[in-house]
C-alpha cells in the first residue's frame, strides 16, 4: 500500500528561525529512513527557500513563512511560501550568480543549489501576492519488507 | 554559533563549529573581520572540521572573506572538508578561487 502523510508549520520570517524550518523537515522526512546524504541535501534546499523568504522577500519587515510537507510514497513535496512582494522575474531571480542584494554578501547561487540538491523545483509567484517555492524529491527507500526477510 | 580562533604569524586559522547559515554568518563575519584587521592578517584557512552544516549563505561568507584577503595579496583555503560540504563547494565553484587542503599542517606548508 502507497504510504501518504502531511505536515504544516508557519514561523515568522526571523532568520533565527530559517534552522528551525530546515530541521522540521528533516525531522518529518526521517519516516521515509532517508541516506544522511538525502537529509543534508533537503536541509540544504529548504535553508536556501527560508533564507530567500527572509533576506529578499520580507526585507526588514517580520512576515509569515509556510512550509507544508507532502509525502506520497517515495515522493517528498515540500511548499515553502510567503505572503511577501512577489518576484517580478522569476527567470532571472533563478540564473545562477544573479543576486538581488550583492552588498550583503549573497553569492547568488541559492536557486542553483535547491536544483542540484532536489529533482525538480518550481516556483509560482505573483507581484504584490507571494511567492511559492515546490522543492521535489524521491527518496529511495529501502524497502521495509526486504529488511526484514534479511 | 562559536567559532575558534588561532593565529600563527600572518596566518589565521578559523575553525567552524557548529552550522553555517545567513542567521550565523552575520556574527561570524563581524568577529573573523575584526581579528583580521586587529593581528594584521594576511593568510587565512578555514577549518571544516567541526562544521555540521553550510548552505549558499556560507559560501557567501567564505567568498567574501576571499575577495578581502585578495586585495591584500593573501590567500585562502579549506581544511578537513567532509563529503557534505564537498558536495555544495565544488557545485558553488568555490574551488576555483580557493584551494583546499587535507588538513591544517598541510595548508600550513603551502601558505
Known amino acids: ?150 | 554559533m562559536e567559532s575558534f580562533y588561532e593565529v600563527q604569524g600572518n596566518k589565521l586559522i578559523v575553525t567552524l563549529n557548529g552550522e553555517l547559515d545567513h542567521h550565523t554568518a552575520k556574527s561570524i563575519r563581524t568577529e573573523l573581520d575584526q581579528v583580521v584587521l586587529k593581528k594584521r592578517i594576511e593568510n587565512l584557512i578555514f577549518d571544516m572540521s567541526q562544521l555540521r552544516f553550510i548552505d549558499s549563505s556560507g559560501i557567501g561568507l567564505i567568498l567574501a572573506r576571499y575577495k578581502n584577503i585578495l586585495n591584500i595579496g593573501g590567500k585562502v583555503a579549506v581544511v578537513n572538508v567532509s563529503s557534505r560540504v564537498d558536495k555544495i563547494f565544488m557545485m558553488s565553484g568555490l574551488y576555483r578561487v580557493i584551494t583546499k587542503y587535507e588538513n591544517t599542517s598541510i595548508a600550513l606548508k603551502h601558505m
Not at chain 1, 30 to 56: F, R
Open chain 1, 1 to 150: 500500500m502507497e504510504y501518504n502523510n502531511y505536515m504544516k508549520v508557519e514561523f515568522e520570517s526571523k532568520s533565527h528561525n530559517e534552522a528551525f524550518g530546515r530541521v522540521v523537515v528533516a525531522a518529518f522526512v526521517a519516516q521515509l529512513d532517508p541516506t544522511i546524504e538525502e537529509i543534508t541535501d533537503i536541509k540544504t534546499a529548504v535553508s536556501e527557500a527560508v533564507t530567500n523568504a527572509i533576506i529578499h522577500v520580507y526585507e526588514n519587515k517580520i512576515g509569515l513563512i509556510t512550509i507544508v510537507v507532502v509525502i506520497k510514497g517515495k515522493e517528498i513535496e515540500i511548499d515553502v511560501s510567503d505572503n511577501g512582494k512577489g518576484i517580478e522575474n522569476v527567470a532571472k531571480a533563478m540564473e545562477p550568480l544573479y543576486t538581488s542584494k550583492p552588498e550583503l554578501e549573497r553569492s547568488g547561487i541559492g536557486f542553483t543549489v535547491m536544483e542540484t540538491f532536489m529533482d525538480v523545483v518550481k516556483v509560482y509567484s505573483k507581484v504584490g501576492e507571494g511567492t511559492r517555492i515546490r522543492l521535489s524529491k524521491r527518496i529511495e527507500k529501502f524497502d521495509s519488507e526486504v529488511r526484514e526477510v534479511k
